[in-house]
T-cell receptor
């Protein structure tokens, strides 16, 4: 069984502050993939990043960065110098790998991020 | 990516109605998915289709009936729904070249069952 926990239900910060969204996962698979998606008020889930279990390198993309630590089963997401447009619900998700074929994603409950001007 | 479209965007139906949700992907993908997002639960996987074949049914009640006539289209037929079925229904697609591929989502259909 797989599980993704996003303990922060809602975070509110003032624009330009840095903010970190936490994600902790559970899986028995040795090969797995982790994802972050953004869901703006329009409802569409926007893909942000995918990371496989063998790649623990941190990733930076503009103001976004991700910290993957297998030792603590965490895949945290940091937004630097936040902007109002970053306001959305952010989901962390997990899927097994190595089986071939299409597998569904197991999602966390999401963190509602509010960036105040 | 804006290659996954869903219609209608909003739907209100009574418990005795029959309706269908439509999903279309223009990305050349081979796998398609239905997810349910309700207010009090995480996003839940409902069905997976791979090369038009259903590969997963996540214990979904029979009042939800999926159909995948080809790799570009996915339907969700609804009949005798309950008010607790009110939710955002999201469709996704992925290339499925044999490994794990990123899923790309449509904008969803917001369903209200009265």
């Amino acid at each position: 069984a797989q599980k993704v926990t996003q303990a922060q239900t809602e975070i509110s910060v003032v624009e330009k502050e840095d903010v970190t969204l936490d994600c902790v996962y559970e899986t028995r698979d040795t090969t797995y993939y982790l994802f972050w998606y953004k869901q703006p008020p329009s409802g569409e889930l926007v893909f942000l990043i995918r990371r496989n279990s063998f790649d623990e390198q941190n990733e930076i993309s503009g103001r976004y960065s991700w910290n993957f630590q297998k030792s603590t089963s965490s895949f945290n997401f940091t937004i630097t110098a936040s902007q109002v447009v970053d306001s959305a619900v952010y989901f962390c998700a997990l899927t097994p790998g190595g089986r071939g074929g299409a597998d569904g994603l197991t999602f966390g409950k999401g963190t509602h991020l509010i960036i105040q001007p | 990516e804006t290659g996954v479209t869903q219609t209608p965007r909003h739907l209100v139906m009574g418990m005795t109605n029959k309706k269908s949700l439509k999903c279309e992907q223009h990305l050349g993908h081979n796998a398609m998915y239905w997810y349910k997002q309700s207010a009090k639960k995480p996003l839940e996987l409902m069905f997976v289709y791979n090369f038009k074949e259903q590969t997963e049914n996540n214990s979904v009640p029979s009042r939800f009936s999926p159909e995948c006539p080809n790799s570009s289209h996915l339907f969700l037929h609804l009949h005798t729904l309950q008010p607790e079925d009110s939710a955002l229904y999201l469709c996704a697609s992925s290339p499925d070249s044999g490994g794990v591929e990123t899923q790309y989502f449509g904008p969803g259909t917001r369903l209200l069952v009265l």
